[in-house]
């Protein structure tokens, strides 16, 4: 039995190359399928994620059910994924390639609706991020940038954003010198 659990039954190199060649694969599929479902992946969504790790199990493991086999596969893919992630630290081009850049879905309050289009958004999804950040309409939005992380970044226009600190801290100051001045 202990034979059985420590004894890997493909080579060594021909699993890394397997594990190393899947996780590459699936990173260029959710690449390809976009930022949306990153960040909202919804419950159909999910079901691919389980029916994919099933999917593509064999193909790391092979031929190869033993323990150590299956330590190995965990272990080459955490490490790529550290070195990939260490990457797009250091290097503009490699986040570039990896994560992408942000696409623009909302320009002076008006909806990029080709850019909805390319990403499989919809104008309720946009409406929804706008109340998030207390705006009422999608009309009071400046700008709205999906990043590559699935995030919707939305900036109000000047006219629309609540007051800071800064601000009341102003208008008080302004109402004591009026009250000063009345008062003399």
Same mark, same amino acid.
């Given at each position: 039995?202990?034979?059985?659990?420590?004894?890997?039954?493909?080579?060594?190199?021909?699993?890394?190359?397997?594990?190393?060649?899947?996780? +590459? &694969?699936?990173? $260029?599929?959710? /690449?390809?399928?976009?930022?949306?479902?990153?960040?909202?992946?919804?419950?159909? =969504?999910? !079901?691919?994620?389980?029916?994919?790790?099933?999917?593509?199990?064999?193909?790391?493991?092979?031929?190869?059910?033993?323990?150590?086999?299956?330590?190995?596969?965990?272990?080459?893919?955490?490490?790529?994924?550290?070195?990939?992630?260490?990457?797009?630290?250091?290097?503009?081009?490699?986040?570039?390639?990896?994560?992408?850049?942000?696409?623009?879905?909302?320009?002076?309050?008006?909806?990029?609706?080709? +850019? &909805?289009?390319? $990403?499989?958004? /919809?104008?309720?999804?946009?409406?929804?991020?706008?109340?998030?950040?207390?705006? =009422?309409? !999608?009309?009071?939005?400046?700008?709205?940038?999906?990043?590559?992380?699935?995030?919707?970044?939305?900036?109000?226009?000047?006219?629309?954003?609540?007051?800071?600190?800064?601000?009341?801290?102003?208008?008080?100051?302004?109402?004591?010198?009026?009250?000063?001045?009345?008062?003399?």
């Amino acid at each position: 039995m202990l034979h059985d659990l420590l004894s890997i039954q493909i080579p060594l190199a021909e699993k890394i190359i397997r594990t190393v060649g899947v996780y +590459a &694969l699936l990173m $260029l599929l959710f /690449r390809l399928t976009g930022k949306r479902g990153l960040a909202s992946m919804n419950t159909f =969504d999910f !079901i691919v994620v389980f029916l994919l790790s099933n999917v593509v199990q064999n193909a790391v493991i092979g031929e190869d059910n033993s323990l150590l086999g299956g330590m190995v596969g965990a272990v080459t893919l955490v490490t790529v994924n550290a070195l990939v992630n260490r990457l797009i630290a250091i290097s503009d081009t490699a986040e570039r390639i990896f994560e992408g850049k942000a696409t623009k879905v909302i320009e002076s309050g008006v909806v990029q609706k080709e +850019a &909805l289009r390319r $990403l499989a958004m /919809r104008s309720n999804e946009l409406d929804h991020a706008v109340r998030l950040q207390n705006g =009422d309409d !999608i009309s009071q939005v400046r700008e709205g940038d999906l990043e590559p992380n699935g995030q919707l970044i939305l900036t109000l226009k000047e006219s629309e954003q609540g007051a800071t600190k800064a601000d009341v801290a102003k208008l008080m100051d302004r109402l004591s010198r009026i009250e000063a001045s009345l008062k003399s």
